[in-house]
């Protein structure tokens, strides 16, 4: 564990929504301090990161507790290497990719990275859901995707050494493998078939943004039905009825459409309605693909 000594001062601090980061002395060292605070105004956690984008935030007083627990980790699961960027490249090389990865859970609606942070990891999802975000220029929280199991994020930031462009928040509880950036960098540059499947990965994204932004100006069931084939082309799951996708809250789906939430939910509602769509807890079941995408004009 971390040895600070006693309390000195602090030195300054900056705040990004519920963020704020204090750098403080103590007696042995210099630090910043992680402090998330809630709508309130009341602090709900504390820690010290480890890294300059490991900003995960744990109640007290167990903070210095998972300082310690996060550097012990266990090697990543085997469950790592079957995700769509690992799965049948060498041994040999994926074992050396991982020689170093750490995983982590973490609970909903936690940070794991902040836009302008240097990207010192990069991340793959082994299970739950996370939502990539940033702010308009009136300060509204704006979604640009959300992905699940088996996909990555943060390896633009180490590719191109330039701080992070976006937040990453968790939506459910999530199990993340954190790879340091400079073990990705050197996989995607001595690995061929590792740097076609990143560049794979960056053209699917860029041909789902296209067709989002082709649709910007259509009316609210085709962006709707957009949205809808949109996370099923990321995370869709062939289940006995139809195509299945997470049932993500209605506030999500409005972010990501960029549609109000009232609106969002009325077209859910013609949708399952028509039976294009069935609905549970816990999943949306797509029962009529076709006809979904006769919807987009």
Known sequence: MKRVGAYKERLGSESNGNIVRVK???????????????SNGKITGVDFPATPDDLSAQPLPSALTFMQERRSSPAPELSLQNT???????QAVVEKALAHVVTRQHPA???ILL??????????????????????????????????????FGEMAPLEEVPRSTDVITLTPTVVANM???????????EPQAGIRLAKLMARRLRQLNRRLRLRESDSTSRVAD???FLADGQGRQGADGLEIPNLPHRELSSLSGMARETVTRVLGKLER???IRRNQESLCITNLRALESLLL
Do not use: C, H, M, Q
């Not at 990207?119 to 929280?141: A, C, H, M």
């Not at 340091?180 to 001595?190: E, G, H, I, Q, S």
């Open 227 to 229: 949205i809808l084939l």
């Open 109 to 111: 609606n936690r940070v």
């Open 115 to 152: 836009e302008n942070d240097w990207g010192t990891s990069v991340y793959f999802i082994l299970s739950g859901w996370v939502k990539i975000r940033t702010y308009n220029i009136d300060g509204k929280e704006v979604t640009l995707n959300i992905l699940g199991p088996g996909e990555l």
């Open 84 to 90: 769509p960027f690992f799965r049948d490249l060498p």
């Open 24 to 38: 403080v002395a103590f007696a042995k060292v210099t630090d910043t301090l992680i402090v998330i605070i809630d």
């Open 180 to 190: 340091p950036a400079t073990d990705f960098v050197n996989l995607v540059n001595t």
């Open 274 to 276: 028509k039976g294009i």
